[in-house]
T-cell receptor, first 111, second 114 residues
Framework: LAKTTQPISMDSYEGQEVNITCSHN???????ITWYQQFPSQGPRFIIQ???TKVTNEVASLFIPADRKSSTLSLPRVSLSDTAVYYC????????????FGTGTQLKVEL | NAGVTQTPKFQVLKTGQSMTLQCAQD?????MSWYRQDPGMGLRLIHY???????DQGEVPNGYNVSRSTTEDFPLRLLSAAPSQTSVYFC?????????????FGEGSRLTVL
């Protein structure tokens, strides 16, 4: 199982860029890296996914170095509504792979 | 398109009682799983299934049973509820064809065991 390590918490201010790094030293060849956002009393919600290099969508960017042993979620210009827990998940659903979450990073955005 | 539907949303049990948490998805996803989340904690995998008739244990399977008779449904059974099973339970599904691990979650079922 690919175990992930993230910072427990981060603080930021509105309008700043936030980068959250996840370490996954034993990532397997077939594993994808997926980031989720969770608000209180809700299920996690998909943010972005990648396999290598850089992926960008309308809400975030994901940077993955060549060795794939870490990844960085980048949230541009955060707002108060980005206050949530962010989880990095490494794995893939094919082949009976267990998808286990780490402890996540609590991001708090202030004015 | 309802996505992943969990019932009930809230349930209170007494120690020793049994119950089933229901999970249904209408996206024709092969992969389904159950997680529990305790206050201030991350999600822990209980059981998962890669298709109808196939289930396997996750990180914390003790005290729970699952079955997968259809692609759509993946019920989680608590055989004899204990206070340690007080938690929020999330069901999730994923398209096995993509094999990429993008999970779609239900809204959760909050269980209290007295």
């Amino acid at each position: 199982l690919a175990k992930t390590t993230q910072p427990i918490s981060m603080d930021s201010y509105e309008g700043q860029e936030v980068n959250i790094t996840c370490s996954h030293n034993n990532i397997a060849t077939n594993d994808y890296i997926t980031w989720y956002q969770q608000f209180p009393s809700q299920g996690p919600r998909f943010i972005i996914q990648g396999y290598k290099t850089k992926v960008t969508n309308e809400v975030a960017s994901l940077f993955i170095p060549a060795d794939r042993k870490s990844s960085t979620l980048s949230l541009p210009r955060v707002s108060l509504s980005d206050t949530a827990v962010y989880y990095c998940l490494v794995g893939f659903t094919g082949g009976g792979n267990k998808l286990t979450f780490g402890t996540g990073t609590q991001l708090k955005v202030e004015l | 398109n309802a996505g992943v539907t969990q019932t009930p949303k809230f349930q209170v049990l007494k120690t020793g009682q049994s119950m089933t948490l229901q999970c249904a998805q209408d996206m024709n996803h092969e992969y389904m799983s159950w997680y529990r989340q305790d206050p201030g904690m991350g999600l822990r995998l209980i059981h998962y299934s890669v298709g109808a008739g196939i289930t396997d244990q996750g990180e914390v399977p003790n005290g729970y049973n699952v079955s997968r008779s259809t692609t759509e449904d993946f019920p989680l059974r608590l055989l004899s509820a204990a206070p340690s099973q007080t938690s929020v339970y999330f069901c999730a599904s994923s398209s096995g064809a993509q094999n990429t691990g993008e999970l779609f979650f239900g809204e959760g079922s909050r269980l209290t065991v007295l």
